[in-house]
């Protein structure tokens, strides 16, 4: 069975509305999990415009919730360094009681100005494409290593170095949080087969995804894993006039073998929109 979450991308829009939709969802059972986006700067409408840090904005929203799976969808690994953002995800695993789903990606594409724009402006490199997924896999070693392992280890790679490093405490969920990676290209399927327990690709183009999918079983029986132990996963757009296209895109995407679906949720958020996502998109 599918199972279905909602998106609330926070940009553009007040904290209260963002905490108002979390609190409705829930308390309506077949929305599961919920998620926010990392960036720093708006990546639509005014660029001058508010957007609220997502790992802050988690956890303050995780304490007002009880049910809901939730996360970021995707945090940038080019933002934080690895061994803060496993610290980061503990605190946040823990004040929700065990309900942290750790979404991460490479982080935002070269081509998109408006996300380029948030490196310069906060004083973070930006590394190239090659770099950063070697970054990306370094970081997913460390995290996991921080979260399980009950001794000091230092870590020599190419792009992380630590010292001492040790995590506690460690996440409620044990052995950790489900890990889900999110991206497209080849280098990045290769670390889901290695690293992830979800895979996350924007809908769109149907047959593209499925292509990608297919791509990441080859990789996962390439290193001996079961294809199947990868969630699939797929972020579509929600239009609140249009909900005929939703539905029928929900369809192509479960016929397609992708069971975690994310409905993004644009603003401003109608009244009861989690009901209305229920009852018109999901039931």
Known sequence: MPRFGIMTAPQQVDYAD????????????????????????????????????????????AAQTRRLRLGL?????????????????????VVSGGRLDFGIGVGSRPDHPLARREYDGHGLPYLGSADAVALLGESLT???????????????????????????????????????????SSATLRLVAEHADLWNIPGGDIEDVTK???????????????????????????????PADTRGAIKQAVDAGFEHLVLGLPTPYPDRVAHWVAEELIA
């Open 18 to 61: 963002l905490a108002r939709v979390w609190r409705e969802a829930d308390d309506v059972p077949v929305i599961e999990h919920a998620w926010l986006f990392d960036h720093l700067m708006p990546i639509a409408g005014d660029p001058a415009g508010p957007i609220f840090e997502g790992w802050t904005l988690l956890s303050a929203l």
């Open 212 to 242: 990608r999918s297919r791509l990441l079983d080859r990789y996962c029986t390439e290193i001996g894993r079961d294809p199947a132990a990868v969630t699939r996963s797929i972020f579509l757009p929600v239009a609140y006039d249009r």
């Open 142 to 184: 460390v995290i996991r290593r921080l979260w399980t392992e009950a001794e000091p280890f230092d870590f020599a790679g190419d792009h992380v170095r630590l010292t001492g490093a040790y995590g506690n405490p460690k996440p409620v969920q044990r052995p950790h949080p489900p890990i889900l990676v999110g991206g497209r």
């Open 73 to 93: 969808m995707v945090t940038s690994n080019r933002f934080r360094p690895p061994a803060v953002l496993a610290k980061i995800a503990t605190t946040v695993d």
